[in-house]
């Protein structure tokens, strides 16, 4: 089993902890993990690999994944930001797909 494979296992257990599931489209999910993984290498933190990090944890506290945005965009969308969290409804195509809208503050983005 890959590390990327190994992480999807023990984020399946632990989403429904934190009241999420993933999405089901491994193509999706797939590099996003790698993205994830790539940047707990990097950073020492698995920051959201959809947003740039400052590398600074204080900074990017807000997008260490599951995201604080994670969540509020699931319940609002059906997705979070990355589409790496879904809703049941969003899994079986019973919501529509659409393109989640940034919630980070513009300030937290352009600070660097």
Known sequence: MTDV????????KY????????????????????????????????????????GELKKDKDIICPCIYAKPDVDEHGACFCELFVSDDWNDSKVPHVIVPERRPIEKIMDF
Do not use: F, M, T
């Open 15 to 54: 989403a429904p902890k934190q009241g999420l599931i993933l999405n089901k489209d491994w193509n999706i999910v797939k590099p996003l993990l790698e993205g994830l993984l790539a940047n707990g290498a990097r950073y020492g933190y698995r920051s959201c690999p959809c947003r740039p990090a400052h």
């Open 5 to 12: 494979e190994k992480y999807h296992e023990s984020l399946k």
